[in-house]
């Protein structure tokens, strides 16, 4: 199975709350799993990403989750601020992020003052 | 460094009609893969090319074809639009094995077909 369920579609979350975004996937052969920031008119931009060796990472404001038991990883956004809306994208892919990459079907984030 | 550059941003074409887009990676990056954008499908992979043969297919059908010249610049192609080929199309680069697993996604070509 190729396939990688996001959730929530859209989410609207306070200025200064935590923004969680989830995905889920069938394949146990994907080992790289990024998460991917998209803002209307351009290509998505990496935003952070994982690999199964590790439960979690931090960069900033971000955080992924992995679980490979359960294969689900998520992204968390502390603090959310307006400019973090935008559409969301988790992904995965096989032997490294140099393989074509399967995307979920996008979240999109409104932070509301 | 510049980023992943496509021409042009935006088509417009009408059923029958063929189309090629254009994609210039990051310099050094010998890899380039192209994404159809679409509400419906979201993000789906085309195919990919690294020194200028293709190396990984996706599911689509043979009217959509691409081919990677020397320089690592991409085309792809479409050939007889369908209304249902509207959408973003999206070239990735990605760094030589080593350096970073990163695809750097280029702004698109939007491409209409009335």
């Known amino acids: 199975q190729q396939q990688v369920k996001q959730s929530p579609q859209s989410l609207i979350v306070q200025k200064g709350g935590i923004s969680i975004i989830n995905c889920a996937y069938e394949?146990?052969?994907?080992?790289?799993f990024p998460w991917y920031q998209q803002f209307p008119g351009k290509g998505p931009a990496l935003l952070i990403a994982?690999?199964?060796?590790?439960s979690e990472k931090k960069e900033g404001r971000f955080t992924i989750s992995f679980n490979k038991s359960a294969k689900q990883f998520s992204l968390h956004i502390m603090d959310s601020q307006p400019g973090d809306s935008a559409t969301y994208f988790c992904?995965?892919?096989?032997?490294?992020?140099?393989?074509?990459?399967?995307f979920g079907k996008g979240t999109r984030l409104s932070v509301i003052a | 460094k510049a980023g992943v550059t496509q021409t042009p941003r935006y088509l417009i074409k009408t059923r029958g009609q063929q189309v090629t887009l254009s994609c210039s990676p990051i310099?050094?990056?010998?890899?380039v893969s192209w994404y159809q954008q679409t509400p419906g499908q979201g993000l789906q992979f085309l195919f990919e090319?690294?020194?200028?043969?293709?190396?990984n297919k996706g599911n689509f059908p043979g009217r959509f074809s691409g081919r990677q010249f020397s320089n690592s610049r991409s085309e792809m192609n479409v050939s007889t639009l369908e209304l249902g080929d509207s959408a973003l199309y999206l070239c990735?680069?990605?760094?030589?094995?080593?350096?970073?697993?990163?695809?750097?996604f280029g702004p698109g070509t939007r491409l209409t077909v009335l």
């Open positions: 090319y690294f020194s200028e043969t293709q190396r």
């Open positions: 310099s050094g990056h010998r890899s």
């Open positions: 990735a680069s990605s760094p030589p094995p080593g350096w970073d697993d990163t695809q750097y």
């Open positions: 994982i690999r199964p060796d590790v």
């Open positions: 394949n146990t052969a994907f080992d790289y």
């Open positions: 992904a995965a892919s096989p032997n490294s992020g140099n393989t074509p990459l399967v």
